[in-house]
């Protein structure tokens, strides 16, 4: 019969337990090395897998006790659901937990689907719990009681020391601005978001609430990184200035550690208005660009997805952000069920009055409105007037525009764009083909190539979005 150290041993070898992530933009996934470092911290000793970047090692599913999943993103569940199959086939009796912001709003699904576990918020805190709580579930086998805390004190032995081996950060997206080229670090300063946006999968399980991360821990991600090679940092906050003071307080630090170090984060337009006297200094400690979803120009579409901006405001936050010296990297969200024709070409035209060809990723003029379960789109009397679909396969709920033209266009455009990238072919040639496209569908007569006022932009070599 095992005895408890037997069994606490087991948990605590090497591999035991296995993390893997399967897609979080092309930056080191901050889902594997969260949770790694809390894990080893309290004495475990798992092994990681980033199959973004590498195959799918079937020593390790094989060894692992116990299998926690990262899907922070849609792209990241519909992979992970896809691996489930193969981790079954090659250790059945496994314990799998998916973690992330699209475990819990699909739990339904996946706990039907073959997964044991789903846990979102604050992953690193919330595994480590689960991994103790199923320590203590073992245990309790063996000596006919079931108790519900583990102590702190449960460690390793200490005579095997197991440290798992991230990708290196080579291997991940690259910064780019010209000639320039930047080894890429990422990190977060806070969980969640204090914003209700509609579309966003934030929402649903944060509600409006955030939560800052210790400045001790983030200064430490990045000095490792830095150590690692990292010459550029992305802080891949939901919104970076939910707590502006909190992050001025991490990029004076860090700059002051690595003067050298440029970075990038992603905020809202409103914040950028509300945070306008800081961007001179963002730029003095070594901003290069800031994400924004401005999402759409028209005001209905605006309204639905409660972004709380106007396009007026997002020329502002243009002028904003460029007149300190920083390049605005919009997002989009273009086709909704309430974008028209007109209005997709009024976004092309905005992009090619304000310059901004190269700061936004093709992929960007293809996106469409995702509906995932949970969604608080589908409490806006707007989308419940829409005839909707849960394909649950999906992961999300399927919706037809009530203008043809657009499905069409949208599918044209993918397509377009996928093979555009697929041979390399520069971002003004394809949005300015894309923007003929929409132009003939309307009648009008198709522009005429401005390439002489596009100038580069800085930029990550990944650019999907979702």
């Not at 799998?96 to 996946?110: K, V």
């Not at 020329?315 to 997709?344: C, K, N």
């Not at 040639?429 to 009008?444: H, N």
Request: glycine share 6%; charged share 20%.
């Amino acid at each position: 019969m095992q005895t408890e150290t037997q069994t606490s041993s087991a948990m605590h070898a090497p591999g035991a337990i296995l993390l893997i992530s399967c897609y979080e933009l092309g930056h080191r996934p901050i889902g594997l090395t969260r949770p790694l470092y809390a894990l080893e911290a309290a004495g475990f000793a798992p092994d990681v897998i980033d199959i973004a970047v590498e195959p799918l090692d079937a020593e390790k599913v094989a060894r692992a006790r116990f299998i926690g999943i990262s899907v922070p993103m849609h792209t990241a569940l519909r992979l992970g659901v896809h691996l489930l199959h193969n981790i079954r086939q090659i250790n059945p009796d496994v314990s799998i937990c998916m973690y992330g912001l699209y475990a819990t709003l699909n739990a339904d699904y996946l706990l039907s689907h073959g997964v044991d576990f789903c846990i979102s918020s604050e992953a690193s805190t919330r595994l480590l719990a689960l991994v103790k709580s199923v320590v203590a579930d073992e245990r309790a086998e063996i000596r006919g009681s079931c108790p519900t805390v583990v102590s702190e004190c449960d460690k390793a032995d200490g005579t095997d020391l197991h440290i798992a081996e991230l990708p290196p950060l080579e291997m991940y997206a690259q910064f780019e601005d010209g000639d320039e080229v930047r080894t890429v670090g990422y990190t977060e300063t806070t969980h969640g978001c204090k914003h209700l946006c509609t579309h966003c999968p934030i929402p649903p399980v944060y509600d409006g609430r955030f939560f800052a991360v210790q400045r001790d821990t983030v200064l430490a991600e990045i000095q490792e990184q830095v150590v690692e090679g990292a010459t550029h940092i992305t802080f891949g906050d939901p919104d970076f200035l939910n707590g502006p003071t909190h992050g001025l307080r991490i990029l004076r630090a860090m700059h002051e550690a690595f003067p050298n170090l440029t970075f990038d984060f992603t905020t809202k337009v409103e914040h950028i208005l509300k945070n306008r006297e800081h961007f001179r200094e963002f730029a003095q400690l070594g901003c290069r660009f800031v994400i924004s979803a401005v999402e759409a120009l028209n005001e209905q579409v605006l309204t639905i997805l409660e972004k709380h901006h106007t396009r007026a405001d997002v020329q502002e936050a243009i002028e904003i952000v460029h007149g300190a010296g920083i390049a605005l990297r919009p997002t989009w969200v273009p086709f909704t069920p309430w974008t028209s024709l007109e209005d997709y070409l009024e976004i092309f035209q905005f992009i090619d009055t304000y310059r901004l060809v190269y700061h936004v990723d093709p992929v960007q003029y293809a996106v469409r409105l995702l509906i995932p379960p949970g969604s608080y789109l589908l409490n806006r009397p707007e989308v419940k007037t829409l005839s909707l679909t849960l394909d649950e396969a999906s992961f999300s709920y399927t919706w037809e525009h009530p203008d043809a033209r657009m499905d069409e266009l949208h599918k044209t455009v993918n397509t377009l764009v996928e093979n555009d990238a697929r041979a390399g072919v520069d971002a003004l040639e394809t949005f300015y083909r894309i923007w003929a496209l929409a132009a003939d569908m309307s009648g009008k007569t198709p522009p005429e190539q401005r390439k002489e006022v596009h100038l580069p932009a800085p930029r990550l070599t990944e650019s999907w979005f979702c």
